[in-house]
């Protein structure tokens, strides 16, 4: 394939990867099954088309994903699928208790004969009683392993035991034994067959066990053991990864199982791909800058004020001052450190990091004691005016109009970084900020722009939070959302272009990992795991890359310097 139709070739390739995901996430959301099934779903779900229209996007955004990295884009999709596998192993091992089940629970022991019952002290049972209790209770001091209960039988009695869980929550698999009178193993018995399910109803399933019609051969006092089956190590893995499997299809398929887990998505990743741009124009720039979380507070503490104070203004008016209003307030906050960096030399990761808890305990003080209704029960402010809020386009959901800003924002910074003078001077200092300022760029005014710039687009995600998703002011409003950001940018490899998809992918994970922990009960944090192994690999390639260069530019230094040296020495032979 030559040079000219390679390009061609790209694109055809993103736009069938778009197409497929699009239509793959459509399929899933609307429940799937037949055609008609399909559309009879999409047919009775409020807001279809706005489903569609954003399916649509994340289908795009995979395309752009695949056009802009090319080859990368692999790189980077092998990068998440291996933290994916690591992460799988560690559910895994989380999971290697699940088997416990099956030896922990609570029990009953039922003794059933014909004959008359012997009447004698210091025995547990008698025909047609039970006993019960816990097996291997996790939570007690001295658990119980084995239960003995004793009984007083006549010789020809004809018995049977039942060792069955002692209620639904109980899976607890049980083996009984009867014992002679002077503790010999008469029967034992580890399940029952079918038609003893059948018979007795005291019997849940297969696990329990039976010893049926037994005949006693002597008078005396016998002994019922019940305790749990050991497990096997085929077992303990089976189980294992039963969990794991189930536990990952809550996280993989979760986000996509009805239009409500759909929403929870979509709304994640709207405020993550504005948190991401935001840090990726000040990464271009090359300054490690951590003041978006700042800068987001601050963005809802402005656009929640005025939405609650403005109620008698038309709400055509009120939402885009409120939108322009954190827009500002994110600006100016991120102009103070980039005025700390440029020209007073702090180091902008300290300055941004305590600026943060300034802002975060400005707004809990303004929070709490100026907007809060005196009569609220917890620190809240009182919900928005229904008109001083993010419209959303599909109904119960908080997918809202926030959809049209992020697509302008991603516009509006690809704008910025590839088609501006300012664009062009933030990729130059981010390059090589001595190159920059040889070349007449006045790199301090740069650094200061990059890191108001992207505060613009964290204060629009704080007026997202506030809004569009919790539609009034809250404590922790961010709970270090604006960090995760990190993360999206770094994966984007800070291209404006690629940010919605890995904003999309990590809002996914979020999400998956919500579901994870409701459906299989399994913890957030083996998604936060999985988060921290892709930033290492993210990382490790940037330091293979960084030594790749080093040593490129080591060799063409000592090349140079030998050239310089055979010049000279020939300089003098000639003289």
């Known amino acids: 394939m030559n040079g000219k139709a390679r390009p061609y070739a790209n694109y055809l390739v993103a736009f069938v990867v778009g ?3 699009f239509l793959l996430t459509s399929y899933r959301v609307f429940g799937g099954g037949t055609l008609d099934e ?23 955004s995979v395309a752009l994903f695949v056009a802009q990295l090319k080859w990368n884009a ?9 933290a994916l596998i690591f992460g799988y192993f560690v559910t895994g091992l989380f999971n290697l208790d699940t088997a416990n089940k099956y030896v922990q629970g609570e029990f009953i022991v039922a003794l059933q004969s014909d004959a008359e019952p012997v009447d004698q002290d210091d025995i547990d049972l008698q025909y047609g009683r039970q006993r019960g209790g816990e097996l291997n209770n996790p939570e007690a001091s001295d658990p119980l392993t084995e239960a003995r209960f004793t009984f007083a039988g006549n010789e020809g009695d004809v018995i049977t035991i039942l060792a069955a869980v002692a209620n639904r929550r109980s899976e607890v698999d049980l083996e009984v034994a009867l014992l002679s009178p002077d503790g010999e193993a008469l029967a034992s018995s580890t399940s029952s067959t079918p038609e003893q399910l059948e018979a007795f109803e005291d019997l849940r399933s297969e696990k329990d066990a039976t010893i049926a019609d037994f005949t006693l051969p002597t008078t005396g006092v016998y002994t019922i053991s019940a305790e749990a089956e050991p497990l096997s190590t085929g077992t303990i893995i089976s189980e294992a990864v039963k969990a794991t499997n189930a536990a990952y299809e809550a996280f993989l398929l979760g986000p996509l199982g009805r239009p409500n887990r759909w929403a929870v998505w979509i709304q994640d990743a709207l405020t993550l791909i504005l948190v991401g741009l935001s840090i990726a124009i000040v990464f271009r720039a090359r300054q490690f800058s951590l003041g978006a979380e700042g800068q987001l507070y601050f963005g809802a503490l402005v656009s929640g004020a005025i939405c609650l104070a403005w109620t008698n203004l038309p709400p055509l008016l009120v939402v885009p001052i409120a939108l322009l209003a954190s ?6 906050w991120g102009l103070l450190p980039g005025v700390l960096k440029a020209y007073l030399g702090a180091n902008e990761l300290v300055s941004t990091l305590m600026l943060n808890a300034v802002a975060v305990r400005f707004y809990e003080l303004v929070l709490t004691f100026q907007i809060k209704p005196p009569t609220a029960g917890y620190t809240a402010s009182a919900p928005f005016p229904e008109g001083n809020i993010l419209a959303p386009i599909i109904p119960d959901t908080q997918v809202t109009i926030a959809v049209f800003i992020v697509i302008g924002a991603v516009i509006a910074s690809w704008l910025l970084i590839s088609r501006t003078p300012l664009g062009y001077e933030i990729r130059m200092v981010g390059s090589n900020r001595k190159f920059a300022d040889y070349g007449g760029i006045n790199s301090k005014r740069v650094i200061m722009l990059s890191m108001a710039v992207s505060g613009i687009l964290a204060g629009l995600a704080g007026a997202h939070l506030a809004m569009g998703i919790h539609r009034m002011l809250i404590l922790n409003i961010s709970l270090g959302l604006a960090f995760e950001g990190v993360v999206v940018a770094l994966l984007a490899r800070n291209n404006p272009l690629v940010i919605p998809f890995t904003g999309l992918l990590y809002a996914y994970m979020r999400a998956g990992a919500q579901f994870m922990e409701r459906d299989a009960n399994v913890s957030f944090e083996v998604v936060r795991i999985i988060q921290a192994v892709i930033i290492l690999l993210i990382t490790a390639e940037a330091l293979a890359t960084m030594f790749r260069f080093r040593r490129a530019r080591n060799v063409t230094t000592t090349l140079d310097q030998g050239l310089e040296t055979t010049a000279a020495i020939e300089g003098k032979a000639h003289v």
Request: glycine share 12%; net charge neutral; no cysteine.
């Open 74 to 82: 692999l790189r980077v999709t092998l990068t998440v699928v291996a």
């Open 327 to 332: 827009m500002t307030a994110g600006f100016l």
């Open 19 to 21: 197409l497929i995901i």
């Open 38 to 60: 399909w559309m009879e779903s999409f047919n009775a779900t409020p807001g279809a088309g706005g489903i569609l229209f954003v399916n649509a996007l994340v289908g795009i």
